[in-house]
Structures are given as structure tokens and as C-alpha cells.
């Protein structure tokens, strides 16, 4: 994945970027990831950008910082939903059903490492 510093923000440089830009706008931290974004209109003028949506994910264990932002799985799960919806519908295709496959996927793996790590009685901590 390519990036830019935009602006304000480093800009994610993965998707088309035809109508939306998404730019992490803080340093990535102890686990080597950023943990707030945003998401704005590509096409907006940096004085007139429009900020659709910030995206401010969890910094830091739970057990040691309570719970403080969105986790992974809580985005791929809004996605889920979402082609669950265009698949039940008139805009069904196998393209959809390809790409819901494969974020289901990798919810199955997301969610066995936090058991995984649950087993081991790591989770929620930095321990590895």
C-alpha cells in the first residue's frame, strides 16, 4: 500500500480515490499502525475539503485503557453488511459475492486470534 502526506494527513494510497480520499492523520504507535483517520471528498480543494467521516480506532490494550476506539473487525463487519444487502437485492453480482467471501475470511481469522489470544490470556494486553 502507497502512501502521500497530504496536507493534514498521510493519504492512503489503495482504491480508486475517484470520490473519497482516506488519510491517517497521526503517527503510527507501539504496534507499528496509525489509529485515527479520516475520510474526504477527493475532489475538494484543501481549503473547501470536505470531511466525511473520522475513524478513530482503539490506542492502547483494553485492560490498561478501557475501550477507546473501533477495532478492525467492527469496520469489516459494517462491509459484511453492507454486500449482504447489495446480494439480497437487484445489485447481486459475483463480484460482491467474492469480495463478502473473503472479508468473511478474514473476520474468521480476526476473531480466532482474539480467541486464541483469550486461551492463552493475553488479549487485551501488549503481550504477544
Known sequence: MES???????VIKHG????????ATDEPGHG?????????????????KLIFNVINFQDGPVKEHGVNGIHNED???????RLEGFQGGIHACRENALALTKIQEALHW???????????????THKI
Request: hydrophobic residues 30%; proline residues 2%.
Open 4 to 10: 502521500e502526506q497530504g496536507p493534514v494527513g498521510r
Open 75 to 81: 469496520l469489516l463487519v459494517i462491509v459484511v453488511d
Open 32 to 48: 507499528n499502525a496509525c489509529h485515527h483517520y479520516r475520510i474526504v471528498n477527493a475532489d475538494a480543494s484543501k481549503d473547501e
Open 110 to 124: 480476526l476473531n480466532h486470534r482474539t480467541t486464541t489470544r483469550q486461551q492463552r490470556g493475553v488479549e487485551g
Open 16 to 23: 480508486s480515490q475517484q470520490y473519497t480520499r482516506v488519510e
